[in-house]
């Protein structure tokens, strides 16, 4: 399985931004599929999570009602969209992949920087 993911820049508080993940390979192991940022001097941090066949997706608290996670099967990607965003959304974002029950994430894509700026 491999995972490419696009769209961060420097935008301003406020603005809005909408990161893909195109996945690629074995679609059994990577069933679910999540979003995580860390920020320089912090840990990663779980942002939202979703499965390809459906189901309620999860959005962390920190980000709930201005970021959402949806999948467009079709073309195997997974979308972050990035509402209202502030300055400490700054991180780089990653996206990740599992099998639907396991408990740890099994792939992961190279990251894309997001900095928003006050």
């Known amino acids: 399985v491999q995972l490419q993911a696009s769209g961060g820049g420097l935008v301003q508080a406020g603005a809005s931004l909408r990161l893909s993940c195109v996945r690629s390979?074995?679609?059994?192991?990577?069933?679910?599929m999540g979003w995580f940022r860390q920020a320089p001097e912090k840990e990663r941090e779980f942002v939202s999570v979703?499965?390809?066949?459906?189901?309620?997706?999860s959005v962390a608290d920190s980000v709930k009602g201005r970021f959402t996670i949806s999948r467009d099967k079709a073309k195997n990607t997974v979308y972050l969209q990035m509402n209202n965003l502030k300055p400490e959304d700054s991180a780089v974002y990653y996206c990740?992949?599992?099998?639907?029950?396991?408990?740890?994430?099994?792939?992961w894509g190279q990251g894309t920087q997001v900095t928003v700026s006050s």
């Open positions: 390979g074995n679609t059994f192991s990577s069933a679910i």
């Open positions: 979703i499965a390809w066949s459906g189901g309620v997706p």
């Open positions: 990740a992949a599992k099998p639907r029950y396991a408990s740890e994430w099994s792939y």
